[in-house]
Structures are given as structure tokens and as C-alpha cells.
Nanobody, 125 residues
Framework: QVQLVESGGGLVQAGGSLRLSCVAS????????MGWYRQAPGKQRELVAT???????????NYANSVKGRFTISRDNAKNTVYLQMNSLEPEDSAVYYC???????????????WGQGTQVTVSS
């Protein structure tokens, strides 16, 4: 069993900050890409930021244009954790934020995509 558990969501005023965390646990052999997506009511789920595996805690990073310069994604490979530091939050950032990870459960297994249950972020104006 593999699961992703997000934390750190909440209610914040516009201009404020939040830090989301997502921990992968269970029978994990390796983790490839990790990332954050969000879904606002009545809208499709959209990419926020992704980070591939890489040396140390780094990797190739990709951001949605709407969050560039405000959000920072990072990961701690030793802890199987990905973070999303969100600064200068705007009401338009309000959504349920989901963690996504591509993982293998053994050396010979396929690379599967896993999703967390989501954490609510609400930004008041």
C-alpha cells in the first residue's frame, strides 16, 4: 500500500503565505516526479508545480505561469516529501490542492501515478 498525505492548507488573507507538505509512505521503491495540482469549484484540475527526481533534493522544476515568482516547490528525497511554499496568495489561488507522485513499488514494477486526498486552501480578499 502506498499513500500520499497532504497537510498545511487553511484560510489566509490575500497577500499571506502557506506551506503545503505531502508525504509519501508505504511500500515505495522509488519516486520519480512529484507535484502539486489544484481544483477550484466548477473548474478542471490544473497543474501548479512539478519537480522531478534529481541529485540531492533537486530536480527539474516546472511552474504554471499563474504562480511563477510566488510559489516555490521543493522536495526532500530522504523523507519522500514534497513541499509547496505559497507566498503573495491571491483569492484566485483558492482551491483544493492535490499532491501527485509517480512511484514504483519494486524494481520490476511499473511506474504508477498516485494522488493525495487534497487539502483546502482558501484566500480571503
Amino acid at each position: 500500500q502506498v499513500q500520499l498525505v497532504e497537510s498545511g492548507g487553511g484560510l489566509v488573507q490575500a497577500g499571506g503565505s502557506l506551506r503545503l507538505s505531502c508525504v509519501a509512505s508505504g511500500s515505495i521503491f522509488s519516486i520519480n516526479s512529484m507535484g502539486w495540482y489544484r481544483q477550484a469549484p466548477g473548474k478542471q484540475r490544473e497543474l501548479v508545480a512539478t519537480i522531478t527526481s534529481g541529485g540531492g533534493s533537486g530536480g527539474i522544476i516546472n511552474y504554471a505561469n499563474s504562480v511563477k515568482g510566488r510559489f516555490t516547490i521543493s522536495r526532500d528525497n530522504a523523507k519522500n516529501t514534497v513541499y509547496l511554499q505559497m507566498n503573495s496568495l491571491e483569492p484566485e489561488d483558492s482551491a483544493v490542492y492535490y499532491c501527485k507522485a509517480e512511484m514504483k513499488t519494486s524494481r520490476l514494477s511499473y511506474l504508477y501515478v498516485y494522488w493525495g486526498q487534497g487539502t483546502q486552501v482558501t484566500v480571503s480578499s
